[in-house]
């Protein structure tokens, strides 16, 4: 069974995209390649058992298993050695990155209080958009009562393949990304 938003970016963000930008080319119509979510967890320098709980926790939520990224060279102010653990990621594609997205947008980003949408100035010169989280806490299946349970960020990468900022932009926003009303433009 195909995810809701693959469904409906199928359906209907497709065609209206190939409309609204009169893109003759199926082939150079934007669409979602990959999703990275990544965890720095610094502490880990100190206690290798955090980075442990943030890979379990951010395999529940991905429901992929991270890999763990270690330190490219040693900074002695921040008591880091070369090769060191200091954070996990997790790249989603395919089936996995529409589920995730979909749960990101409909259940995660409307339980942040406060919340008044997603920065619209966080795409880069390609059209890939990303932006951080500031609590994983916020996803349904974290469980904040747990004894070594540790509040983390993360950054999540959405990766489109073809087209620009204002496209991807569009295209998101089809899709349901809850993006700030008021623009910087």
Do not use: W
Request: charged share 30%; net charge positive; proline share 5%.
């Amino acid at each position: 069974m195909k995810p809701a938003l693959l469904e409906k970016y199928q359906k209907e963000v497709f065609q209206a995209m190939k409309d609204k930008f009169g893109i003759k080319n199926f082939m150079a119509v934007p669409r979602l390649e990959k999703v990275v979510v990544n965890m720095g967890v610094g502490e880990a320098i100190t206690d290798i058992k955090i980075l442990d709980t943030a890979a379990a926790d951010l395999a529940m939520i991905t429901a992929q298993k991270p890999s763990i990224r270690r330190s490219k060279k040693a900074i002695s102010n921040f008591r880091l050695k070369e090769n060191a653990p200091v954070g996990c990621k997790v790249t989603l594609r395919r089936v996995r990155m529409y589920e995730f997205l979909d749960k990101l947008m409909n259940v995660v980003l409307p339980r942040i209080r406060d919340f008044n949408g997603v920065p619209v100035k966080s795409f880069d010169k390609e059209g890939n958009y990303t932006f951080g989280l500031k609590e994983h806490s916020i996803f349904p299946e974290i469980d904040v009562t747990r004894r070594d349970f540790r509040a983390q960020g993360m950054d999540i990468s959405i990766v489109i393949k073809g087209g620009n900022p204002e496209k991807n932009l569009h295209m998101l926003r089809s899709l349901g990304m809850p993006f700030e009303k008021k623009e910087g433009k």
